[in-house]
């Protein structure tokens, strides 16, 4: 018979804690299969991929941190503050954002808590919430992390916080443990930093005099895309004044674009970054465009305002001139839409973007991306790479598009689909349909930076569960399937990006 517990008795012993087995150690063989007929398979496929370089394109580690190469500040400013998977599982259980050390965006309305300015104190609340992050793929590059990178032998917990703390601080403390060193240690061969279109790009510059060319940045001009935005004028012209040019009408805008595309192109850049809430990709008449730019920048000055739909409509038409100018720059057009952004519009208002209030939607690719593919899916100049966490897209939709279109590749899975579950999902959704070959690889998407190799890991892991299978079921050859750990963890990363 099932034992049932009152809540009295849940509460008393809601404190337990599992026995002491000695150091916390973490087994090789996590997240491989475990039944006795692939796991072998699958450890014999890990072990030839897991130490082969880091392509880590899609990332959004600030630049400054690389241009300063300063000393991390401390174990809760390093580990839990900008990382907002902990965030939101720890909000979710009756933390706040300012006990998390998180505090109000300047000029934030209200009586904002202060962030607590103790990082001990948001370290002991991290640790002392660890069992929530069970079965997540968090709890997996926090252990990874915590075990392999700064040598803790105890889990988290109310009782480790302090000496934890105290562990990783000594580590963080040795200069061995600056940002530049990092990417030698963590195997990272390229790494995308996410830069605005206003960027002046002076941090790459210093890396660059530095000899350092790892670090390369990526344009991303969602804010001037978003005509119904609040600052979008000033955007614009914080994007004219980088480039050089006097903004003062739409085709003035577009010769802003290409001039801080080039610019970026010619500090080292790969790529751009899109993360508009739909894909629609459906072109203006100039004329259309034009008036609408126009509408948008006089905003600001007691103009009309822009509606949802025009906005919409704006942001559509950008995403097709985009790819236009991606077709004559060959900077690859990265595309991942489909989410509610600061879905908690106080808590947003208050805290800013990024704090685990982002929330997926359904979205349609198939009708949206038509445009842009009936005119560039083609063209040997122009690549674009498109993610999702829409799982419900990737069999019936964005496979076959991949698996048809030479200028489309499928994003690997990101954000709330970069877990062992969900990537396991991924490759039988979309393999059969788009092939191994037109997938981008795995790369990461955090702005937690020593999380970076514990991500790429968990990748590999799962997919060398899901080739040894073929393998066990005589479909793949053993020798193909190390070679095609070896495109998707490395070679496919490399490829989707370089140079057209």
Aim: charge should be negative; glycine fraction near 6%.
């Amino acid at each position: 018979m099932l034992q049932t517990f009152s809540s009295t008795t849940y509460e008393e012993h809601s404190d337990v804690t599992p026995t002491d087995a000695g150091p916390w150690t973490l087994h090789e063989d996590r997240a491989l299969p475990a039944d006795p007929t692939t796991r072998p398979i699958a450890h014999e496929i890990y072990q030839a991929v897991k130490d082969l370089p880091i392509v880590s394109m899609h990332g959004h580690v600030p630049v400054e941190w690389f241009a300063d190469d300063s000393p991390f500040p401390d174990p809760a400013q390093l580990l839990v503050v900008p990382d907002h998977y902990l965030l939101r599982m720890l909000v979710s259980q009756g933390e706040t954002l300012p006990r998390l050390g998180v505090g109000p965006v300047p000029g934030a309305a209200g009586d904002a808590e202060a962030a607590e300015s103790d990082p001990r104190e948001i370290w002991r609340r991290f640790c002392a919430g660890w069992k929530h992050f069970r079965g997540t793929p968090t709890r997996f590059w926090m252990e990874t992390e915590l075990v392999e990178i700064f040598g803790v032998t105890q889990r988290p917990s109310a009782e480790t916080a302090d000496a934890i703390y105290d562990q990783i601080a000594s580590v963080i403390a040795d200069p061995s443990f600056r940002p530049r060193a990092l990417l030698d240690r963590f195997g990272i061969e390229v790494i995308g930093t996410t830069d605005p279109a206003w960027s002046s790009l002076e941090h790459h510059d210093r890396l660059v005099a530095d000899g350092e060319r790892r670090v390369l940045p990526t344009f991303r001009p969602d804010p001037v895309y978003t005509i119904d935005s609040p600052t979008f004028a000033a955007d614009v012209e914080r994007t004219g004044a980088a480039a050089g040019v006097d903004v003062t009408s739409y085709a003035s805008y577009l010769e802003a674009l290409r001039v801080q595309r080039q610019r970026f192109k010619e500090a080292g850049g790969l790529a751009t970054d899109h993360g508009h809430h739909l894909p629609d990709t459906t072109p203006l008449p100039a004329d259309d465009a034009a008036r609408l730019f126009d509408k948008a920048m006089l905003v600001a000055r007691g103009g009309d305002p822009v509606t949802g739909a025009e906005a919409a409509a704006f942001s559509a038409h950008m995403l097709f001139q985009t790819a236009a100018m991606a077709a004559e720059d060959h900077l690859v057009m990265q595309i991942h839409p489909g989410v509610e952004r600061g879905h908690a519009s106080a808590e947003t208002r208050v805290f800013g973007a990024d704090k685990g209030y982002d929330i997926p939607f359904a979205i349609d690719f198939t009708r949206s991306l038509r445009p842009m593919l009936d005119a560039f899916g083609h063209h040997p100049g122009f690549r674009t790479i498109v993610f999702t966490i829409d799982e419900d897209t990737y069999s019936r939709e964005l496979a076959p598009m991949a698996g048809v279109y030479p200028a489309m590749r499928l994003g690997a899975p990101w954000w709330f689909l970069d877990s062992p579950e969900a990537m396991r999902r991924f490759r039988e959704a979309a393999t059969e349909t788009a092939g191994f070959s037109n997938m981008s690889g795995f790369v990461d998407d955090t702005r937690a930076f020593c999380s970076i190799p514990a991500r790429h890991d968990l990748a590999r892991r799962v997919d060398a569960g899901y080739l040894a299978r073929l393998v066990a079921e005589h479909r793949l050859e053993l020798d193909e399937a190390v070679d095609t750990a070896a495109d998707l963890a490395y070679r496919l990363p490399l490829l989707s990006y370089a140079k057209a």
